[in-house]
């Protein structure tokens, strides 16, 4: 990887500000642009086994969380968007500023990546989701193995006047412990399927080798 030096901007808060279900629950039009947006969703994970996750990934790096960013709107500016009810294509997200340590899968030659995770509170608006399986955020200074792909807010911009910066979204995270192990599995969904069931704890390097064992293997039919 050859990252390029740019000037970004600093994360302000060590610990992401997630909140709970939004008040009132549900995304609920209403022709006044005035009032409060309120949507909360929330997401069953269907679980899969890792080598399908490497995969179906289309980046997946190493990276140390840095912080975050307060809660923004997917607006070309990070503002309310004149009446954010109806058809409004924007909502609220989480920044989070990452410092790429290695690549694992993909292509990426920047120093560091944005994460934008789903939901917030800005004043009275409020966006939230819940998803049965780890996605990512974390403490700050923390590493992660990040299973990433295009966040779908594509006129969001992370980075100010630079173009090369765009935000993705957390598939699948991984926390790398202080001694520097990986646990991979167990996963388990609503729908019974159950897979690296017991768990495997590896040093990060193994895993980063057995990623690339996956990526260099020939195509196999798709898996859970």
């Given at each position: 990887m050859?990252?390029?030096?740019?000037?970004?901007?600093?994360?302000?808060?060590?610990?992401?500000?997630?909140?709970?279900?939004?008040?009132g629950?549900?995304?609920?039009?209403?022709?006044?642009?005035d009032?409060?947006?309120?949507?909360?969703?929330?997401?069953?994970?269907?679980?899969?086994?890792?080598?399908?996750?490497?995969?179906?990934?289309?980046?997946?790096?190493?990276?140390?969380?840095?912080?975050?960013?307060?809660?923004?709107w997917?607006?070309p500016d990070?503002?309310?968007?004149a009446?954010p009810?109806?058809?409004?294509?924007?909502?609220?997200?989480?920044?989070?500023?990452t410092?790429?340590?290695?690549?694992?899968?993909?292509?990426?030659?920047?120093?560091?990546l944005?994460?934008?995770?789903f939901?917030?509170?800005i004043?009275?608006?409020?966006?939230s989701?819940?998803?049965?399986?780890?996605?990512?955020?974390g403490?700050?200074?923390?590493?992660?193995?990040?299973?990433?792909?295009?966040?779908g807010?594509?006129?969001?911009?992370p980075?100010?006047?630079?173009?090369?910066?765009?935000?993705?979204a957390?598939?699948?995270?991984y926390?790398?412990?202080p001694?520097?192990m990986?646990?991979?599995?167990?996963?388990?969904d609503?729908?019974?399927?159950?897979?690296?069931d017991?768990?495997?704890?590896?040093?990060?390097?193994?895993?980063?080798?057995?990623?690339?064992?996956?990526?260099?293997?020939?195509?196999?039919?798709?898996a859970?």
């Amino acid at each position: 990887m050859t990252a390029r030096a740019v000037i970004a901007p600093s994360p302000t808060l060590a610990d992401p500000p997630f909140v709970g279900a939004c008040p009132g629950g549900g995304r609920h039009p209403t022709p006044s642009p005035d009032a409060p947006y309120v949507w909360s969703i929330a997401v069953e994970g269907v679980a899969r086994s890792f080598a399908a996750r490497v995969r179906a990934a289309p980046l997946i790096l190493l990276v140390v969380a840095p912080g975050y960013f307060p809660a923004r709107w997917t607006t070309p500016d990070g503002t309310r968007p004149a009446n954010p009810h109806g058809g409004n294509p924007y909502t609220i997200i989480i920044p989070e500023r990452t410092d790429v340590v290695a690549v694992a899968k993909g292509s990426y030659d920047l120093s560091q990546l944005y994460v934008a995770y789903f939901g917030g509170r800005i004043g009275q608006d409020c966006a939230s989701g819940s998803n049965s399986l780890y996605t990512g955020g974390g403490p700050i200074g923390a590493r992660f193995l990040y299973l990433l792909a295009p966040a779908g807010y594509p006129e969001a911009t992370p980075v100010p006047d630079d173009r090369r910066y765009r935000f993705y979204a957390v598939t699948r995270s991984y926390p790398v412990s202080p001694e520097g192990m990986v646990t991979i599995g167990p996963e388990h969904d609503i729908m019974g399927y159950h897979y690296d069931d017991p768990p495997r704890t590896l040093p990060v390097g193994d895993v980063l080798a057995e990623i690339a064992a996956l990526v260099a293997a020939p195509a196999t039919p798709p898996a859970r």
